[in-house]
DNA sequence: TACAATTGTGTACCAATTACACCATTTATC
DNA sequence: GATAAATGGTGTAATTGGTACACAATTGTA
């Protein structure tokens, strides 16, 4: 146990040395009938675009302050959500912070200090979603991957590595239940995969990889309507999934 | 732009709201002669050990705070260190700050706030370390893995996440530059990962599959002076092992 | 009714992984 | 020195997993 003495001293020391602040920021992936979109924020004072983003109140889990970053931007709540790397050089946004600096005492403005970012990657339908900007932009939407505005920041840098940290968790990860509507086809499964990785992959190969996982469940109907041959249905086999989730699959693409 | 009010106003309500502190907590893996150890510090204040650990200064990048950290409790720089995971549920360590609440008040304790840990874990050596202990620990020492004492805080999550992490990136990852001497003999090697995955893995089907990566250059040499068949030295490749630490090997053990 | 598009299913081939056997070298021991 | 014990070098067969590719069936449309 420290003294009084002893902790007044580091306290002091430690509170002038190391404040720091903590900010999140979210890749919210977005799928849709083969689409693939990111929601950004086109700020209302600069001339870019953004990654949502917020701030870790005291005394609320990480896991749980973005989740409501994700929830107010898109109304949606307890999608699939996970930090993937925090990025913490002092000079990300320094030239952001600093064009503050003559306008307010340094003390007084939350922006002079440096933020050290949590990166997460969300996995959403985009037509669930009800973009809503912050504060700070004038407008929030969604934006095609192959299509991208000027980031803000060190967004770009971001966005880079959740995609690649999302491309290789597909390896051995099982995605697509919140992405998914209830029943599907195998067809709509793999558009879902070829999105994300950008490129095409063998229909019959995917198949048989696919149900070797053991997380899908075959169902009787098959899909009337479309213009030609009727595919099955299937739906995720939930316990499975959870499972493999836990546990990891194995090897990659 | 903001207004100076609009600033004035958010900062003042955003100081309020979300002050933080970040600390690093390092996982730092000895290994030596097919030992695997734990650097550990003994606390003075409680009956208990921890992991060494810091926290992030003003302008410092936290890769560099990590290396800092590292250095100042082994005298070793520049090893193999990669951050894993955040940890920040505010309750991790609120029983070990709450200790203090009626000693000094609040705004001038630093320990009050909720800290926000960065996990970061490290590959070295721990015959080339000089365990240091910090003002708050009267002993730093390597424990062994397979005798680990009581952990303070949450460190124990955080080790164990370390420790499954290691294993996972070892899939993909080539390691052993930082671990192994300049030249070294296949058994050495294997005797590594044997103590990392912990479990035996075949000796035949281990140089196949390391030699295919193509980060080892054979050299002619034999190991002389044990006790029975002297086996070749093998070194690293480093151009290739630098390319394979990029680009990332294929499937797991 | 023929056709285009799409889905269901199967198979042959190659690569990687696993399991296992045999021989060579070194030192200790009789 | 012959032999045993321990360890290292190398190879091979069986299994599994991944890739490439072919053909039949279904559906709506021309």
Redesign the interface.
């Known amino acids: 146990?420290?003294t009084?003495e002893e902790?007044?001293k580091?306290?002091?020391d430690?509170?002038e040395?190391?404040?720091?602040?903590?900010s999140i920021d979210c890749v919210v992936f977005g799928f849709h009938e083969g689409q693939m979109k990111v929601l950004m924020l086109k700020s209302k004072?600069?001339e870019g675009w953004q990654l949502p983003g917020g701030?870790?109140?005291?005394?609320?889990?990480?896991?749980t302050?973005a989740n409501r970053i994700l929830a107010t931007r898109t109304g949606i709540d307890k999608v699939f959500l996970k930090?993937f790397?925090?990025f913490?050089?002092?000079d990300r946004n320094r030239q952001h912070n600093e064009?503050?600096n003559d306008?307010?005492p340094k003390e007084?403005?939350?922006?002079s200090?440096?933020f050290?970012s949590?990166g997460y990657y969300a996995l959403v339908d985009f037509s669930d979603a009800i973009p809503t900007p912050d504060e700070?932009s004038e407008l929030c939407a969604w934006r095609d991957v192959n299509d991208l505005p000027v980031f803000l920041l060190d967004h770009e840098l971001i966005f880079n590595t959740a995609l690649d940290t999302l491309r290789?968790q597909l390896s051995?990860q099982p995605i697509g239940y919140n992405l998914m509507p209830k029943e599907f086809t195998m067809p709509e499964l793999q558009k879902l995969y070829e999105t994300i990785l950008g490129k095409k992959l063998d229909r019959r190969n995917f198949q048989r990889r696919i149900l070797g996982f053991g997380i899908l469940n075959k169902l009787p109907q098959t899909r009337k309507g479309g213009a030609h041959k009727a595919p099955y249905l299937y739906s995720f086999d939930l316990e499975n999934y959870q499972a493999a989730l836990k546990e990891?699959l194995?090897?990659?693409w």
Chains 1, 2 share one sequence.
Do not use: C, T, W
Not at 108 to 111: K, L
């Open positions: 146990m420290l009084k902790l007044e580091f306290s002091a430690a509170l040395l190391y404040l720091d602040h903590i004072n600069e701030f870790v109140q005291k005394r609320e889990p990480i896991d302050a930090q790397h925090v913490g050089d002092p064009q503050y306008m307010v007084r403005n939350f922006f200090h440096r050290i949590i700070f290789l051995y990891g194995k090897s990659g």
